[in-house]
């Protein structure tokens, strides 16, 4: 175990109602709830930063400063401060925090967010996890103008759609630089988006060309064939049908932004990255090609486990012969011990596809002998990977 707690539970609304100030609803968050936080020094040259394999996704223009090149070190944190306070963003009601805009996505069960905190320093956030279970359409909310009401206690105590939308834009915006997003669509949720949404995927959306290569053949053959789908949809729908999972961040940066002779404006970069444990042959080809014809995907993150590859540990002479007694002894027993409820909805599944349900079968029987004849096997068996063993520490996609 590291010395990242990693057993923090989906948030709640109830989660949110302790960390308000009830007493003066009109006072903002004081400077010792929201500890100032670290900025890179200043960098003027893109190049010289380190991405650490991240890609720029966007760059939004916030302020134009009076600042030219070399600016002063650690300027940025001020500019910070004294444009936006202690919020991230600019806003006409300081009330209306970066955990507001959360609460909202919390409160209308828009995502499930899971906040994984430094064991040591239970204030900070090390990394989150966002699962996207719906996103509400003007249509749905009926009349964009009406107030809604949180289910706990807050401040302010009501939000309406537009407040909805710009939560899209502003509950992502933890710490710059040393915090990450772990995004994915939830398997149920709704393939209909509004249209604003299209343009939120713009900033914190992934990016296919960062695909590797058996993601690629998939999403080149689904940019090829579904052509009923508006082309600026086609990479939001390919992720979302999918599950195609991504890393976000983003920072601050100084940088010539209008043309000369303009000074430095200060801006947000927006940047994500290939989520390298992904499961490629969810979204590859193969999968891609299956769903077009049928509508059912052949491979799911429930189900793809069981076409993987696992690696056995060479068995010693001992148990050579203590697997060969065991079998020998067992020889008269059926092999198959009766399938669980999982496996056999996995096959009536597959019962339109002969062939596959033939190789899922065979992986079941497979794994179940290998189960009762040799141990070493099974402690090499294709379970899903344990959170602790994902990249960057980040939590698997639970749906």
Known sequence: MSDKDK??????????QLQVPTQNQFTPLQQTQFPPLPYKTAVTNPAASSYNDYTIRFTEHLILTSCKPPPPTNIISSIVQKSFGNHQFATDDLRKSQKFYELILVDTQSVSITHTYDKHH?????YSKCIFRKIITAQEWKNPFEERKFSITFTPQTFNYNDYKTAWYRAFLLMPNIHSWFFNFHEQCPNTFPVWFYHWWTMFGGLTMLFPVEAQDGWLYWNQTATNIELYMRDVQFFKQFNVAWIFGWEYRLQHFLPHPYPLS?????????????????????????????GKR???????HLFEQTKVAPATPAQKETKKE???SSATKPKNKGL???????????????GMKQIVLQKILDKQTNSDEDTVSSAASSSPPKPEDFQESQDPYDL
């Open 266 to 294: 200060l801006v947000r970069i927006y940047k994500v990255k290939w989520w390298s444990e992904f499961k490629t042959r969810l979204c590859g080809k193969e999968n891609v090609a299956y769903f077009c014809k049928t």
């Open 122 to 126: 239970s204030s900070q956030i090390l």
């Open 7 to 16: 057993g923090k539970a989906i948030q709640r609304a109830e989660d949110y």
């Open 298 to 304: 052949k491979f799911t993150l429930h189900n793809v």
């Open 340 to 354: 669980s409820q999982k496996e056999r909805d996995l096959l009536e599944y597959l019962k339109d596809d002969p």
């Open 326 to 328: 065991h079998s020998s």
